[in-house]
């Protein structure tokens, strides 16, 4: 019976406020900056209570994105720590699956913002079969340095000893139903912070190139170069990058078109190139394959895939035909969707908020032999 496998960035699952927009206005939420605050207590006052209104609805759409998905294994990217997703799976996940993801692993990585990738689990698959933990490590403390990654285009932004994941790279090894699976959780570099007057993608694509060949490292230092492709395993996670896009092009008042457009280079033609994983959304329409809106502007819009589960060769054989499903009941009213791609969207969405996150769970099943 099939593995129900799945990654949602689940946008800032955090247990602090932040307060930084009293000093930076760039930081500041749009809503305080329609009122005159002038004493720093007050405006910490109002952001909490803001924060806090605001975050019920977002985690009960949260947890109605994810219960959608209906997963066994779920791999999630931005979470605070571990009490805020035990205190997410009770308070909000629990009352929409009830008593189903016991199983929590999350190691403190290297995100200035301290969000991290978990994953979490049941302790069995839906048919029943027993989800069995064999290890877990971490690999945040990999260094350019340790692996010679280090090169003329990290050396812009970068030091040899810096830490290659901006988070982490956490692998799990697991025996479903008997059957080994390995589980490699992620979340690259974001495409912001670019250098300065450059794109913010092509400014962070090196660090995103590292990371890609670093978890590529770890597998085949796993399993051994040359034999990865007959193993169970799969790459999950927010990759900050795409390999295409659909342009939207239009307002809403004078129409839209769509136009798909191919990437002349990315971060994850590492993985791609030769064939060391397959991407299965790649089964979906080109057209119907995006996790994420973009818009900055009219001038300024797209739809693009961030959140992968890259397969194996193995697990792509195996299975030819399962087509990952992208849920999108949880996107904000203003996300564009192409002509018969529009979903009924859950109950509160907002025009930008209230909304589940800004990015798509991603959902497969999967048969291991």
């Not at 994105?65 to 779920?74: H, K, N, P």
Request: hydrophobic share 35%.
């Amino acid at each position: 019976m099939p593995l129900r496998l799945a990654t949602f960035n689940i946008e800032n699952l955090m247990t602090r406020f932040d307060f930084s927009g009293w000093r930076n206005q760039l930081r500041q939420d749009r809503v305080l900056r329609l009122y005159d605050v002038q004493d720093k207590a007050i405006y910490q006052q109002l952001e909490q209570a803001r924060l806090i209104a605001e975050t019920d609805d977002t985690r009960q759409l949260s947890a109605l994105a994810i219960a959608e998905a209906d997963a066994d294994i779920l791999c999630l990217q931005e979470v605070d720590n571990m009490p805020a997703l035990e205190a997410f799976e009770y308070g909000y996940l629990y009352r929409m699956v009830g008593n189903g993801y016991r199983q929590k692993y999350l190691v403190e990585g290297n995100d200035s913002r301290g969000i991290d990738v978990a994953v979490l689990m049941r302790e069995e698959t839906r048919s029943g079969e027993r989800i069995e933990v064999l290890d877990v490590r971490s690999h945040a403390m990999l260094t350019y340095q340790d692996l010679g990654l280090f090169n003329e285009e990290l050396a812009l932004t970068s030091q040899p000893h810096d830490k290659i994941f901006k988070r982490d790279c956490l692998e799990i090894d697991l025996k479903i139903g008997g059957r080994p699976f390995s589980l490699y959780a992620v979340h690259f570099k974001s495409m912001t912070n670019g250098r300065e007057g450059g794109d913010g993608r092509t400014g962070t694509m090196a660090i995103r190139i590292a990371e890609a060949k670093a978890v590529r490292h770890i597998i085949e230092r796993r399993f051994g170069k040359g034999w990865t492709a007959d193993k169970n395993f799969a790459i999950c996670g927010d990759m900050n990058d795409y390999q295409e896009k659909v342009q939207v092009i239009g307002t809403r008042r004078e129409g839209y078109r769509f136009e798909p457009r191919r990437e002349e280079a990315s971060a994850l033609d590492v993985f791609s190139h030769d064939g060391f994983v397959v991407n299965p959304i790649g089964r979906r329409d080109v057209m119907d394959r995006w996790t994420l809106y973009h818009a900055r502007g009219p001038e300024e819009q797209h739809l693009c895939q961030l959140d992968y589960i890259w397969l194996s060769p193995a697990l792509a054989e195996r299975n030819p035909d399962s087509v990952p499903e992208i849920v999108r009941g949880g996107q904000p009213y203003r996300t564009v969707f192409p002509p018969g791609q529009e979903v009924g969207r859950f109950p509160r969405i907002g025009w930008d908020r209230p909304k589940a996150s800004d990015h798509c769970p991603v959902v497969m099943s999967l048969e291991l032999k």
